[in-house]
C-alpha cells in the first residue's frame, strides 16, 4: 500500500510563501508515474493545483497558479514539493498531494489512485 504523507502548511500572510513536501513510502511507484496536488477549499469541490511526471520532470499547472506555485521532486528522497510564492486568499485550502500509475501527468481528481490526509494552508491577513 502506498502512504502519501503531506507537510509544510500553516498560517501565512497575503504575498508571502510556503513549501509543501510530500512524502511517498510503501512501495516504489516506478518512473512512469506522477505525482499531483489538489485543493480543496470550504463547500468547493476538490481541484488540481500541479502535477509532475516522475519520468521526465514534465509538469503542468493551474491557470490560477501559473507563475506563483512550482512543483519540483527529489527520487532519492520519494518527495514532491510545491513552493507557493505571492499567496492569496483565495489559495486557501488543504492542500493533498496525490500518486497515479501513468506515464503522464492530469490535473483531474479522478484519475489519481493514492491520496494523502492533505495539509491545511491558510491565507490571512
Known amino acids: 500500500q502506498l502512504q502519501l504523507v503531506e507537510s509544510g502548511g500553516g498560517l501565512v500572510q497575503p504575498g508571502g510563501s510556503l513549501r509543501l513536501s510530500c512524502e511517498a513510502s510503501?512501495?516504489?511507484?516506478?518512473?512512469?508515474?506522477?505525482i499531483g496536488w489538489f485543493r480543496q477549499a470550504p463547500g468547493k469541490e476538490r481541484e488540481g493545483v500541479s502535477c509532475?511526471?516522475?519520468?521526465?520532470?514534465?509538469?503542468n499547472y493551474a491557470d490560477s497558479v501559473k507563475g506563483r506555485f512550482t512543483i519540483s521532486n527529489d527520487n532519492a528522497k520519494s518527495t514532491v514539493y510545491l513552493q507557493m510564492n505571492s499567496l492569496r486568499p483565495e489559495d486557501t485550502a488543504v492542500y493533498h498531494c496525490a500518486a497515479v500509475r501513468l506515464y503522464y501527468c492530469t490535473l483531474y481528481v479522478k484519475d489519481y489512485e493514492y491520496w494523502g490526509q492533505g495539509t491545511q494552508v491558510t491565507v490571512s491577513s
Open positions: 509532475i511526471r516522475r519520468s521526465d520532470g514534465g509538469t
Open positions: 510503501g512501495f516504489t511507484l516506478g518512473y512512469n508515474s506522477a
